[in-house]
């Protein structure tokens, strides 16, 4: 049987193309400042919607710790779940909340931001 | 002729069952047995509940270095420091994982199979330790503990 390299590149392409069709979780370039002193407990579950098709949920009754600020907002972080962002790849978040709002996520491994668009309001109790 | 048929198909099937069959002691026979994490360190189990594409077995590497295989009803550990870790793994392409991993913590790493082109593709999800404990229960030893 012959195989024409046009018809292998044709594969190839096709191969790589759904292999890698889910897109990158947008990031962008932050600096984490240390804090401590604050929580909160999520009242009701909250989804964001990812750029990437997927999609992350914040469970209710979720205890969140401050661990630091970046410019976009504070940082909290739970032990009560865990937090992921999926898409070509899957990274560990913690959350970005700006004036009770999720505005995005912290990828602590990439040290970036990663903004949810719009941004999603939080329902919280101390 | 027809018992060379199937005796022909009992071999085959028998060869891809052996193929899926994972030997090693279950979790739960080791739990009693196994060391305890160092103070200093974490520990990052890795496991695979399904024997789905189980041909599909590539090399697991964490921060670049291969600390296992991707075996079908397999688990294996590594105790680590405390740090930032990326697992990956390669069939057609590669798909990371990122997390953070804390002195004293356990991480529980599943591997899944996804479609893909050619083969399927194994990729490492993140996953709660309650879950992690119930799913990594009857699944074998596949591996020694190793630190990178």
Known sequence: MIVSKRFLGVLSLVASLVGSCAPVVVQEPTQLTPAIGKSFRLTQAAEAALTTGYSTTLRAN??????????QGEVYRTRDQIVTLEGAHIHEGYIVVDQGALVGFYLPVERTFSPVTPPKRLSTAP | MRMRAGTG?????SVLLAGCATSGPKFSEMTATMSPTKPDLGRIYFYRTTVLGAAVQPGVRLNGEVVGKAVPNGFFYVDSPAGNYQVSTETEVERKLTFTLEAGQVRYVRLNISMGFFVGHVY?????????????????YTGGPKTP
Do not use: S
Request: no cysteine; proline share 3%; glycine share 10%.
């Open chain 1, 62 to 71: 979720t205890t969140w710790q401050l661990v630091g600020t970046v410019p």
């Open chain 2, 9 to 13: 198909m009992a071999i085959i099937a």
């Open chain 2, 124 to 140: 490492g999800e993140l996953v709660e330790e309650a879950k992690g404990q119930e799913e990594i229960a009857d699944l074998h």
